[in-house]
């Protein structure tokens, strides 16, 4: 069984699956927000963006 922690942890990573392929070289990240034990946010990283040149 795991333990709440770990739920989020978990859920940290499946999100960060959403970018799959999108943010090379880049790590692929997720993130939860929790309050009162209770998601509230989530969010990744969505996309590598590249700086053009002037």
């Known amino acids: ?8 942890m978990q859920r940290c990573l499946d ?3 959403w970018a799959e392929g999108d943010t090379s070289p880049n790590p692929m990240v997720g993130a939860i927000l929790v309050h009162n ?18």
Do not use: N, S, V
């Open 15 to 17: 999100i960060a699956r």
């Open 37 to 54: 034990q209770r998601i509230i946010g989530e969010g990744w990283h969505q996309r590598l963006e590249r700086l053009m040149p002037r």
């Open 1 to 8: 069984m795991l333990t709440q922690d770990e739920l989020y």
